[in-house]
């Protein structure tokens, strides 16, 4: 009996550990004006084995095994929590506001989309051995993921980062999440198509999960007006059982539960969903499976054997440089002053908690390597602390 029950000990005294650790590191990195994922993802660098497996490796593998019913569970846990996460995050998109701001918004989203993805298509082509490509992914499926993961942008961390500068209804505010929105939805669906490309038979692959996901989506907003019925009457449970179904229907189509949570989370009018329930998804979702699930990314790797600096500098910079040229080139061809363009640039250029969770996804899926892994973690956190301040600089001006 001592033996069965042993597991599940180990494994609730990690999860309260990673919780507990990953809220105090929220909080410290709030305190600090940063997000809080960094704070949660270094509380799992502390107890993952980049430090925790340097100090006391037993303890480590005891409480965060690789195989086992420990692992399962937490891979369980981490799931659930991803799946949660990415439908809040669908929860803020607001297809009416993208659609008030139609002319703008599509100018600036697409130049914040096509030039970074053209640089991660050209760097992966270009450089796979120095990005230390897997051998076994087509070439294709991995130039398709770098290119989404440095378009991609922040919509949760840019929305908290327009609140703190008091911009959240202003011009640029608008503009920015509904670029940041367009993004995202163009973002996950591009990873469903590397997601495909991976798998056995490449072309027939692309096309089932290209249909599948396409028709689903044209299933959820259909569905729209049935949704709106049960986010208006509905409390906080039916909505995360439409979650988790999303994300069940997406898995079962080939590529990852996420993306499916992600067009339920859109298909649902927030207008339409009572603002307690908002808020309680809000709630539970950020202060129990977030915070752990971030934490949870900071146990996948040793970061210091796993980190590269020129790999991590080349990202960062790549990063940077093209999504502020063409977020920022965007804004400029749709009519904005040169002070507003860079500021919606800035803004756009943080990738946050939705690039960290894409990284992981194609880490899940054996898309990309550890190093460039540790690289694209790096990048999210350093532009999302980064893109405050710069937007906030040139918004002042």
């Not at 925790?52 to 420990?70: M, W």
């Not at 804004?331 to 990738?351: I, M």
Request: proline share 5%; net charge positive.
């Amino acid at each position: 009996m001592r033996r069965m029950t042993e597991p599940a000990v180990a494994f609730l005294i990690a999860v309260a550990s990673l919780l507990a650790l990953a809220s105090v590191g929220g909080k410290v990195a709030r305190a600090l004006e940063a997000p809080a994922v960094v704070g949660e993802i270094v509380a799992g660098v502390l107890l993952g084995p980049t430090v925790l497996g340097r100090i006391s490796p037993h303890l480590q593998e005891t409480l965060f095994p690789a195989l086992g019913f420990g692992a399962s569970a937490l891979e369980a846990f981490r799931l659930v929590g991803l799946v949660l996460l990415v439908f809040m995050a669908g929860l803020e998109i607001d297809l009416a506001q993208i659609r008030r701001l139609a002319r703008p918004a599509l100018l600036t989203a697409t130049g914040s989309l096509v030039v970074p993805f053209a640089a991660g298509l050209g760097l992966a082509f270009l450089a796979p051995t120095f990005l230390e490509a897997p051998p076994l992914v087509p070439r294709g499926a991995f130039a398709l993921l770098m290119g989404t993961v440095l378009a991609i942008s922040a919509l949760p961390v840019l929305a908290r980062i327009l609140m703190d500068l008091s911009l959240l209804g202003s011009e640029i505010g608008t503009l920015c999440l509904a670029a940041a929105m367009l993004d995202d939805v163009i973002g996950w669906l591009a990873l469903s198509l590397a997601i495909g490309w991976s798998q056995p038979g490449t072309s027939s692959s692309v096309a089932l999960t290209a249909a599948g996901t396409l028709g689903f989506a044209a299933v959820v907003i259909a569905a729209r007006p049935l949704l709106d019925r049960v986010a208006a009457r509905a409390g906080l449970a039916p909505l995360l059982v439409l979650a988790l179904l999303g994300g069940a229907a997406t898995h079962h189509l080939g590529t990852h539960a996420a993306i499916g949570s992600f067009l339920v989370g859109i298909a649902i009018r927030t207008e339409h969903l009572p603002e307690e329930v908002r808020r309680s998804v809000e709630r539970f979702v950020t202060s129990f499976f977030s915070p752990i699930l971030f934490a949870a990314i900071g146990l996948r790797v040793d970061y210091a054997a796993s980190f590269s600096l020129p790999l991590t500098l080349l990202i960062i910079t790549i990063a940077t440089i093209t999504k502020l040229a063409g977020a920022g080139g965007g804004a400029l061809v749709a009519g904005y002053p040169r002070r507003f363009a860079f500021a919606a640039a800035a803004g756009l250029n943080a990738r946050g908690a939705m690039g960290v969770v894409l990284s992981e996804v194609a880490l899940d899926r054996g898309l990309i390597g550890r190093p460039l892994f540790v690289a694209l973690v790096s990048m999210a956190l350093v532009t999302s602390l980064a893109s405050g301040p710069l937007l906030a600089r040139f918004a002042r001006r």
